[in-house]
């Protein structure tokens, strides 16, 4: 169980996709959040003038369905909510528990309190509940209407000819959601077998390789690295021996490569000069280039690899991309990753607060945009507007 708020940005799929109805929207909540969501509140942010998707929100159901515990929830949340330049929300509570009441009545409905709560302090701060929707046992209820017409006492299936054209659209840009928390959890977590022969090829690398490299033979490095995680993933797939592959050098790499590069890279990072080049790189080149998502697999498999007092600086680095990527549970997952193995890693305190209260990760681009390659090396950032990198 977690209490903490996990948030999805603009730069998931509600931003390129309109839906119409209540199950097409609630087709796409998984692809938001990442996972199929069970006992959970999921809040969308929508702003003005088309009520765009600005931020996606999932908590854990508090445990009691009492006055006391939804106040507790709606005033951590709320003001969080607020800072995201939103003027309306729409509510969904996933619960196990169907709606067995037969009087017809909104007011009946499980966890009715928490959205009373919800929409009394959204008000306050100027926004607007358009819709809350309860989920449960394949079939929704609204708390705000309980017309016979459009909201019957059992509830309508969420299954529909829209639900399903959403759904099909999103499968067909490639998209796919866990499902559960704990399976989008585990792309995170060490593999033990792979850390320890990174770590025998760092202990290899010879001191004078360990020099900090200029930007572009670290760009290099980067990109041969987050090239071979993304092809050894596509392989594992379905293409064993990599005979279909696209003749790119990536396919040719052995494994022995593939952890001498990412032992390579482990080391650069340790460098906070060459850390935040990577991150500068990262958000204004690849991510730009080749899209978040296979960006974010392969930061994740290259942070599986790292050894201990070697992790903090990749999963920093995952947890800001993942963060501007808008997966907020696999940020979260990372940053905690990045203070577990150094509890002082100043970067990875920042990315923690940023993430944990929900600021907006067009932060991070508008940060990176005002600051040079030569800034980034130095550390000294001046107070006239970076020249253009070309790469």
């Not at 593939?258 to 460098?271: G, N």
């Not at 990045?338 to 100043?346: I, N």
Request: proline content about 7%; charged content about 25%.
């Amino acid at each position: 169980m977690t209490t903490s708020p996990e948030y999805a940005s603009p730069n998931r799929p509600a931003d390129v996709l309109s839906v119409r109805s209540p199950s097409a929207l609630l087709a796409s909540v998984p692809y938001l959040v990442g996972f199929t969501p069970t006992m959970s509140l999921v809040v969308l942010m929508l702003a003005a003038p088309r009520s765009r998707v600005v931020m996606t929100v999932r908590v854990d159901l508090p445990t009691s369905d009492g006055e006391l515990a939804a106040v507790a929830l709606v005033s951590e949340l709320v003001p969080r909510l607020s800072q995201v330049g939103a003027d309306a929300a729409i509510a969904v509570v996933y619960t196990d528990v169907p709606d067995d009441t037969d009087t017809g009545s909104r007011w009946a409905h499980p966890h009715c309190n928490l959205m009373v709560e919800l929409d009394r302090e959204l008000d306050l701060q100027g926004i607007r509940l358009n819709d809350a929707i309860l989920v449960a046992a394949g079939r929704r209820w609204s708390y705000l209407c309980d017309l016979p017409d459009c909201c019957p006492v059992d509830g309508v299936p969420i299954e529909d000819d829209e639900a399903q054209a959403v759904r099909a659209r999103l499968v067909w840009q490639g998209l796919a959601p866990a499902s559960s928390r704990d399976e989008v959890v585990a792309r995170v977590q060490s593999d033990e077998i792979a850390q320890q022969l990174v770590r025998d090829q760092i202990a290899a690398i010879p001191v004078d390789d360990r020099e900090p490299r200029r930007p572009k033979a670290l760009y290099a490095l980067l990109d041969l690295v987050l090239e071979e995680a993304n092809a050894l993933q596509f392989r594992g797939a379905g293409e064993p021996d990599g005979s279909d592959s696209d003749g790119s050098d990536a396919w040719e790499a052995t494994d022995e490569d593939r952890h001498l590069h990412i032992a390579q890279l482990l080391v650069a990072l340790q460098s906070i000069a060459a850390r935040d080049l990577v991150l500068r790189h990262l958000v204004l080149v690849w991510a730009r280039r080749r899209g978040a998502r296979p960006l974010m697999d392969a930061l994740c498999a290259v942070m599986r690899c790292a050894p201990a007092s070697y992790i903090a600086p990749i999963a920093t680095v995952t947890a800001l991309l993942s963060w501007q990527a808008g997966d907020g549970l696999i940020a979260m997952e990372a940053v905690t990753r990045a203070l577990a193995d150094d509890p002082d890693y100043s970067m990875a305190k920042l990315a923690y607060t940023a993430i944990d209260a929900g600021l907006p990760p067009q932060t991070l681009v508008a940060m990176f945009d005002q600051i040079s390659e030569e800034e980034c090396m130095t550390g000294r950032v001046s107070a006239s507007p970076p020249q253009e990198t070309r790469y």
